[in-house]
């Protein structure tokens, strides 16, 4: 068992959100294998390490147990072939509280095309993106990957995402949009509703004093 198991074992998971500035950027940096050369302030301060705990630990020093395997694989197969990948993650903080992100990566070469380094930013994702369509869709895959492993879970991921005619990317990426449309509709509803309620308002006081 490596020192990093030995960090994760000791984590009693909590069912409770980490309270963090969602306008923040979580960064960390790897090398081509994972393992984490540095992160930033907020990386620091949202997953409860030091420093010191993270650097030279592999990038599953932060992973939920709720996380499907898949979700990595396909994660993983994009950053090799040098490919940016969108993925809502789940993570563990060093209290055992979670919190959800949204990743995008950044991939530097040596002068010979080869990988030498990884750069994560991810940022939190909408509540109810969370709640209305990526729990229920990991829930599934866990409980495949626990009846029948990953193999099935990736089956399952396909048929899914197939039915919807979207990559994974294109579909995360459409329900946040989805979510920020109706976030702004509802933002304009209220205002109308808000300028509706003046207008009557006036209308009221109108009536009350300028007859
Ligand atoms: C730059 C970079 C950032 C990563 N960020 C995360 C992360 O925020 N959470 C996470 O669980 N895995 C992250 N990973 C993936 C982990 O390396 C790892 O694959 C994952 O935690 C699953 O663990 P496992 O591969 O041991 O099953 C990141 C990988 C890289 C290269």
């Known amino acids: 068992m490596n020192h990093e198991n030995q960090l994760q074992n000791k984590i009693t998971v909590i069912d409770k959100e980490v309270t963090w500035d969602k306008t923040q950027v979580i960064m960390s940096k790897t090398n081509a294998f994972g393992i984490i050369e540095y992160a930033n302030e907020v990386f620091v301060d949202v997953s409860g390490y030091e420093d010191y705990e993270l650097m030279g630990q592999p990038h599953n020093i932060i992973r939920h147990p ?122 304009q509803y209220e205002q109308q509703l808000l300028e509706e309620d003046e207008e009557e308002e006036r209308g009221f006081f109108r009536r009350l004093f300028n007859r």
Do not use: C
């Not at 993925?87 to 509280?97: D, E, F, T, Y």
């Not at 930013?121 to 109810?128: D, G, I, L, W, Y």
């Open 66 to 187: 709720d996380m499907p395997k898949v979700i990595f694989k396909v994660l993983w197969e994009n950053l090799k072939q040098g490919k940016n990948f969108h993925a809502i993650v789940k993570n563990l903080a060093k209290s055992g509280r979670y919190y959800w992100v949204i990743t995008d990566f950044e991939i530097a070469k040596d002068e010979n095309g080869v990988i030498v380094n990884y750069f994560g930013r991810r940022q939190a994702v909408p509540h109810e993106v969370i709640s209305l369509h990526i729990e229920p869709l990991y829930r599934k895959l866990l409980q495949i990957e626990a009846a029948s492993g990953v193999e099935f879970s990736e089956k399952y991921l396909i048929g899914f995402l197939e039915e919807k005619k979207r990559s994974y990317v294109e579909y995360i990426k459409e329900l946040i949009l989805e979510h920020e449309k109706s976030q702004s509709k509802f933002v």
